[in-house]
């Protein structure tokens, strides 16, 4: 349980785009329904048996489609020179069989806004500071002027492909969405479950750990408070808590505040992120560290989180997502499984689950089903 002190609705998942090959879908079904009842009289076995098998590529078509365009999709795109890294002759397939089950496993959280809603990653190995296993960033849209519309927040940072998410398209084609490098010095452990007797680093921790930051968790704060290009829509959802009440909706939004008294606040040790659907203390040390400092959760309250700041996480144990990372991604506008219940207002206690984010079948596919399952009940009628 826990309090919500306001709604944010989620983003509507079906468009007017979808709404044109539905009503063709139903129009459709129902001539076949209508062809298929005229076609009862005698001598019509044959024309029966075409309009089953059209029933049966329909059915399995709109199975199809539905099961692609679901989920959204990642699609790594390996950088490596030549026998290195991902392409290693050795360890390139482990590597990328570790890699696809973290982008597997974000998948299965992320529902697609549109048709093959696809995330292009760049993945490299490469040197990197002692100590430090990967980095992760997104593509940045930055959206300055008016508003912009669509659900989105005016003079804000944006990942690229939660930006391509909101407009219902892919804005920038085949252009790299998400890139992470890991430590080309660096032992990882690249097998899936089980133990890990070395205790290396786990490849699918770090690159689920770093996808999260590629989809929206981070932070456009700088060491002097500044804000690069303006504040991440992550930073709209980060406040200062209260010295003597640590509610997040009791805050006051970093966002909105001066840059030295930005500075101040994102090196007090009293962050935090406050949304609708998620609601917990960020990393904020007294030294400021750009890339660690706001976008990770705090490590004292959120120990064994995915996205505890990378040098205090056990990354050698297998770590998912938890429902709190999917909730602040479903705050900042990616559509997911999560869902309230239970009473809302302003002091309303409430329940958040952040499920897999599983889409129910299409109404167009159980009236293909019923034709189906009509037509072959005509034929053993007169078989019969």
């Given at each position: ?67 692609s365009a679901a989920l959204v999709k990642f699609e790594p795109k390996y950088t490596d020179a030549a026998g290195e890294g991902f392409k290693d002759s050795f360890s390139g397939p482990e590597f990328k069989k570790g890699l696809k089950y973290a982008m597997d496993t974000w998948g299965k959280s992320l529902k697609a806004k549109y048709v093959g809603e696809t995330i292009v990653v760049d993945v490299k190995f490469a040197d990197l500071p002692d100590g430090v296993a990967a980095k992760g960033k997104p593509t940045i849209a930055k959206l300055t002027g008016g508003a912009p519309g669509g659900g989105l927040t005016a003079n804000s940072a944006y990942p690229i492909a939660l930006f391509n ?220």
């Amino acid at each position: 349980m826990r309090k919500n002190h306001w709604g944010q609705t989620g983003l509507p998942w079906f468009s007017r785009t979808h709404m044109i090959p539905a009503v063709g879908r139903i129009v459709g079904s129902n001539l076949l329904l209508g062809v298929a009842i005229l076609t009862r009289r005698p001598g019509c076995r044959r024309i029966q048996k075409v309009f089953i098998q059209i029933l049966i590529v329909l059915v399995l078509g709109q199975l199809a489609q539905t099961a692609s365009a679901a989920l959204v999709k990642f699609e790594p795109k390996y950088t490596d020179a030549a026998g290195e890294g991902f392409k290693d002759s050795f360890s390139g397939p482990e590597f990328k069989k570790g890699l696809k089950y973290a982008m597997d496993t974000w998948g299965k959280s992320l529902k697609a806004k549109y048709v093959g809603e696809t995330i292009v990653v760049d993945v490299k190995f490469a040197d990197l500071p002692d100590g430090v296993a990967a980095k992760g960033k997104p593509t940045i849209a930055k959206l300055t002027g008016g508003a912009p519309g669509g659900g989105l927040t005016a003079n804000s940072a944006y990942p690229i492909a939660l930006f391509n998410h909101f407009k219902g398209s892919d804005q920038n084609a085949a252009a790299t969405e998400i890139e992470i490098t890991f430590a080309k010095n660096m032992n990882f452990w690249t097998a899936i479950g089980g133990t890990n007797p070395f205790n290396f680093p786990r490849l699918a921790t770090v690159a689920m750990h770093e996808l999260a930051h590629g989809l929206g968790v981070f932070s456009q704060v700088q060491p002097d408070g500044s804000l690069k290009g303006g504040p991440s829509i992550f930073d709209r959802f980060v406040v200062q808590t209260q010295i003597d009440d640590d509610d997040p909706a009791l805050g006051y939004p970093i966002a909105d505040m001066i840059d030295t008294g930005r500075a101040s606040a994102v090196t007090s040790g009293m962050l935090a992120f406050n949304g609708a659907y998620a609601m917990a203390g960020l990393f904020a040390p007294a030294q400021f560290s750009l890339g660690s400092s706001i976008a990770h959760l705090n490590p004292t309250t959120n120990p064994t989180d995915l996205l505890v700041p990378e040098a205090m996480v056990a990354f050698s144990s297998e770590l998912l997502p938890s429902e709190l990372d999917v909730g602040m991604l479903a705050d900042i506008g990616w559509t997911t499984g999560c869902k309230k219940t239970g009473a809302q207002g302003a002091q309303a206690q409430s329940t958040i689950e952040c499920g897999a984010a599983v889409v129910p079948l299409p109404a167009t596919m159980w009236l293909f089903g019923s034709g189906l399952l009509g037509l072959i009940g005509m034929a053993r009628r007169k078989k019969a």
